[in-house]
């Protein structure tokens, strides 16, 4: 299973604050996505890094990718009200299906 | 585009009845794919489809379940007999082509079986 980890699982921030998520795979991947999910609501997608790119940037949001370890992270920077929700990594390697993990519950207090 | 429509959004049916989730993806995109979401088990993928074809059923949990793609714009999944653990919320999703892009998330069918 290439099933991913997020960590923390959940992560109670003040407005204003930045916010790292984190997020572990257990296999080779073609890309890693990041997905967003407000309370009752669909996922939304945020954004994709492919296994060849380290870095991405997308208004407020950085994710970065090492390939070596694993990982990527999600960071979120001078956070909002607005950006209370679950975020969900997804990753996807070869003809595989996307394998979600978890999520990390992000509450940003105003 | 009005994005990714299911219905119905809440389905409340006791145990045994047939229950039928419906959705019609983003005109133009040639995958789609049926995911169950549970707090338990979080989000898995059930089925997926590439031109109206399915690719990948091995999420399917059983032969209660069942999905058919008739045509580009619509899709079905159907549950005979329904059971309390099917209890979930399903999610359609549809993407322009296969895994390896992003998926637009339809609002989802909370499903209640008692």
């Known amino acids: ?52 790119e380290r870095e991405k940037h997308s208004g407020r949001l950085r994710v970065t990718l090492d390939t ?30 996307l394998v979600f993990g978890k999520g990390t519950k992000l509450t940003v207090n105003p | 585009d009005a994005g990714v429509i299911q219905s119905p959004r809440h389905e409340v ?3 045994g009845q047939e229950v039928t989730l419906r959705c019609k993806p983003i005109s133009g995109h040639n995958s789609l794919f049926w995911y169950r979401q549970t707090m338990m088990r979080g989000l898995e993928l059930l089925i997926y489809f590439n031109n109206n074809v399915p690719i990948d ?35 359609c999703a549809s993407a322009v082509a296969g895994f390896g892009d992003e998926q637009y998330f339809g609002p989802g069918t909370r499903l209640t079986v008692t």
């Open chain 2, 13 to 15: 049916t006791e145990m």
């Open chain 2, 57 to 91: 059923d091995s999420g399917m949990p059983e032969d209660r379940f069942s999905a058919k793609m008739p045509n580009a714009s619509f899709s079905t999944l159907k549950i005979q007999p329904s059971e309390p653990r099917d209890s979930a919320v399903y999610f």
């Open chain 1, 68 to 97: 070596s370890k694993k990982s990527s992270s999600l960071l979120i920077t001078a956070s909002r009200a607005a950006d209370t929700a679950s975020y969900f990594c997804a990753s996807q390697g070869g003809s595989e299906k």
């Open chain 1, 1 to 52: 299973s290439q099933q991913g980890e997020e960590d923390p699982q959940a992560l109670s921030i003040q407005e204003g604050e930045n916010a790292t998520m984190n997020c572990s795979y257990k296999t080779s991947i073609n890309n890693l996505q990041w997905y967003r999910q407000n309370s009752g609501r669909g996922l939304v997608h945020l954004i994709l890094i492919r296994s060849n």
